[in-house]
């Protein structure tokens, strides 16, 4: 699929919510098979979403089984009914396994149930199997219909008004099984909970030199396992997709018994529940175990994760992506014909978009019948794109060839992180290092910014040097705000000194500013005239060229986490008001996405500008908040979305004019927004782009090999970014026309078209924009 988006009309031609009616409509909305953390903010946006357009919101109670059983399985969903799920974990409506739905005898009782509340549109939302049933409904329903009438359980005229069913899914599973979505509801959080446990195992592991096996959930798909192996830097991993090579037992002890000749006091082995060999036989948690103490004799533990993966809270992506899910498929339903298929609303890079359910399960089934069939190089391709990604950058971080195997191109790479630090620039730094060192560079770390870069703080960095960085907070490599335009003479003196051939730089706004300069400054120094690409890290995630920034999303988590704690404060007290100021700049990302994951009733930005007219208003919705059962408001602040309304300013306003209705706290969430350890996104995210934008470098150097070459044009100093769906090279020339220098944010941002989801779901009246909802897309294993 092409990344620029010419779907969307242009002008006039442009499509609003306030378009769609839902009046006269009712959408049944069911969570079936396994429970998946963020299945409740899905619900939540359908039912609000569903509501606002004006439809009849009806909760499924049970799954597929509440709909055959009928009578209070199936109720009234009203707006409170949502309020306060945003944070839970499971789904709050039940799930439960049917026998009875896959008779047709069941199913015709399901028609009935569902006829008598009017409701011919239905939003699933689980795994392959779920969906699957909701499309044979779908295809048996004018069937069904009429064996009710003939039965007399309906009358003719029944037939003719409910005559078709609308069915959109979204994909519920912690495996991230499914093929033609990027992340399905629930992925994010277990990975968030293994995380969690493997930075808990690495501690302990290290202090008694053990090795660990841990074995996590994915009986037929790898995605957990695999991620989280990138994730924590695991010594091997084992996934069902890509089986182990024959003579795997001997290489896997050999790669444990070097890493501990290389000083390393612990090794972690990830294998998930699905895992095979070759021959399609089980490759088991206690199997390795077995294999390293009898080969090793190391001190070995089997740790199995099991339904931990499924609890506790969903993650701030979850809730965001289950959100924007929830949202998309109620306009999905408004909008189908009786000739509409069956679709499923997924993500593809940050975009929402629509695929046929069955092209989805069928490309999920092939992926299944390819490993049962031994075809392992389809498996990986049926996956997508990302998951092939994952695996080959894995592999190429976690096994270094022997120093005789790697063809040296004799060029020196530097790396160096600039600007406020990020959590994940450290995972950023490994994998740069690491993959230089596979290209054959020789790696240079240049410590605390520029500042240290004039300093001559440079000195070779290896391999080891770099293990155990991804799980690290902050930089190690040290981090400073200082611009290199004061110090060019110095810098290129070093740069002479130590021949450096190429620069990464990891690093936020003045990264960018930063490379502006040393791009400007080539004319009078060739010393500069050398591949240089930019990584963003920060967490105020306003760098042009990139829709996403290393550190955002830890930041992000840390909001939601936060706002979360404070709303529980509340439930005491209630009539309260909380006011939440978050960092960013005058990037109002942070703010805005937390509100949206947290649930908040407003958030003031600075790019959308406010006056005294808006505050008052939102003072008047949360005077009429209190008078129901949902006692407690929040509300997000960025701070500098304006000079004169400050946090005390707007904490004063909601005071006085709330009371006797309510009171008010503030909270001033600071640099603990900077601080903690990387969320698996960041980690994973920081992994793969930094390899990137090391290809890319080596890529580069390939060209002028011996020539001696000097890089002059603008396409050898570039930004790498995430723009819509593809990860592009940007020249810094270009991006100067994109950026708003005054206040440090890219002039268009991608995030700011949610905005009014957020309003929508704290009932505030917005216009929404969905001219880019509505076609149907298909499926293609490398678009995923």
Known sequence: MDADDSRAPKGSLRKFLEHLSGAGKAIGVLTSGGDAQGMNAAVRAVVRMGIYVGAKVCFIYEGYQGMVDGGSNIAEADWESVSSILQVGGTIIGSARCQAFRTREGRLKAACNLLQRGITNLCVIGGDGSLTGANLFRKEWSGLLEELARNGQIDKEAVQKYAYLNVVGMVGSIDNDFCGTDMTIGTDSA???????????????????????????????????????????????????????????????????????????????????????????????????????TQLGYDTRVTILGHVQRGGTPSAFDRILASRMG????????????????????????????????????????????????????AVRLRGRSFAGNLNTYKRLAIKLPDDQIPKTNCNVAVINVGAPAAGMNAAVR????????????????????????????????????????????????????????????????????????????????????????????????????????????????????????????????????????????????????IIETMGGYCGYLANMGGLAAGADAAYIFEEPFDIRDLQSSVEHLTEKMK???????????????????TDFIYQLYSEEGKGVFDCRKNVLGHMQQGGAPSPFDRNF???????????????????????????????????????????????????????????????????????????????????????????????????
């Not at 037929?220 to 037992?249: K, M, N, Q, T």
């Not at 000083?263 to 294998?271: A, D, E, Q, S, T």
């Not at 092939?366 to 490993?371: E, I, P, R, T, W």
């Open 686 to 784: 920081g992994t793969k782009i930094s390899a990137r934008a090391m290809e890319w470098i080596t890529a580069k150097l390939k060209e002028t090999r011996g020539r001696g070459k000097k890089f002059t044009t603008d396409d050898s100093v570039c930004v790498l970014g995430i723009s819509k769906r593809n990860v592009i090279f940007q020249p810094v020339a270009e991006l100067k026309k994109q950026t708003d220098f005054e206040h440090r944010i890219p002039k268009e941002q991608w995030w700011l078209k949610l905005r009014p989801l957020m309003k929508i779901l704290a009932k505030y009246k917005a216009s929404y924009d969905v001219s880019d909802s509505g076609q149907l897309e298909h499926v293609q294993p490398w678009s995923v």
């Open 431 to 578: 994998s740069a290092v690491r993959v230089g060192i596979a290209d054959g560079h020789r790696m240079l770390a240049i410590y605390d910014g520029f500042d240290g870069f004039a300093k001559g703080q440079i000195k070779e960095i290896g391999w080891t040097d770099v293990g155990g960085w991804t799980g690290q907070g902050g930089s190690i490599l040290g981090t400073k705000r200082v611009l290199p335009g004061k110090y060019l003479e110095e810098i290129a003196t070093q740069m002479r000194t130590h021949s450096i051939n190429a620069l990464l730089i990891i690093g936020g706004f003045e990264a960018y500013l930063g490379l502006l300069e040393l791009s400007a400054a080539r004319e009078k120094h060739e010393e500069f005239c050398v591949p240089m690409v930019m990584v963003p890290a920060t967490v105020s995630n306003n760098v042009p060229g990139s829709d996403f920034s290393i550190g955002a999303d830890t930041a992000l988590n840390t909001i939601t986490d936060t706002c979360d704690r404070i709303k529980q404060s509340a439930s005491g007290t209630k009539r309260r008001v909380f």
């Open 327 to 378: 949202v998309e498929a109620v306009i999905a339903l408004l909008e189908a014909t009786p000739d509409t298929p069956a679709c499923v609303v997924s993500l593809n890079g940050n975009h929402a978009v629509r695929l046929p359910l069955m092209e989805c399960v069928q490309m999920t089934q092939d992926v299944q019948k390819a490993m049962d069939e031994r075809r392992f190089q389809d």
């Open 628 to 646: 129901t059962t949902i006692q407690r408001g929040l509300v997000l602040r960025n701070e500098s979305c304006s000079e004169n309304y400050t």
């Open 191 to 293: 990975l968030h909970r293994i995380i969690e446990v493997v930075d808990a195992i690495m501690t302990t592991a290290q202090s008694h030199q053990r090795t660990f096996v841990l074995e996590v959930m994915g009986r037929h798909c790898g995605y957990l396992a695999l991620v989280s192996a990138l994730a924590c830097g695991a010594d091997w991993v084992f996934l069902p997709e890509s089986p182990p090579e024959e003579g795997w037992e001997e290489q896997m002890c050999v790669k444990l018994s070097e890493n501990r000749a290389r000083k390393k006091r612990l090794n972690i082995i990830i294998v998930a529940e699905g895992a095979i060999d070759t021959q399609n036989k089980p490759i088991t948690s206690e199997k390795i175990k077995e294999l390293v103490v």
